[in-house]
């Protein structure tokens, strides 16, 4: 699948409440405790930034499928890009630091949105071990498994919402839980 974004085009389509809201779900799941304190994600700005990106990729992946869900896709991305460049102003970054870190997540964003594309193409494992090199550091291929069939589960139970569900952000993540998995 293809990631033609522009964020240099602003939405027509999607209400900017509904963008926010879509938008904080995706923020509030990859912050959950859960995939730090039992999955091992580092609590790091990279950790956290990494699976800020995996629940964009299962996000705009879905909103993508839907031909009415291209232009929110494309709002969602531009709110992310705009986060971004906030966050780094907020953390001290110089106005003239700021375009070259928003290209290094520029790229950091079309690299793990190819390859969880491409993985997905090539199966279960395949989407693991993209996780492992992405999210985990090249580690916990159990972790990486799990979390790889967290991620189809949330493809499967939105695959079967109706598009005024999902363009209207009424949807929820899949419960993660690691309880059956081994340390």
Known sequence: MLWPFNHLKKPRIAARGT??????MIVTQAREPLFYRDFGVPDTVNGRFDLLLLHMWLVLRRLKSMEAGLGLSQALFDHF????????REMGVGDLAVPKRMQAFGEAFYGRMAAYDLALTAGHEALAQAIRRNILGGEKIETARQLATYAETAMAAWARLDEATLLGGSWKFPVCDRADTPQ
């Open 81 to 88: 890009c705009d986060d971004m460049d906030d966050n780094l």
């Open 19 to 24: 963008i926010e809201a879509i938008y904080g």
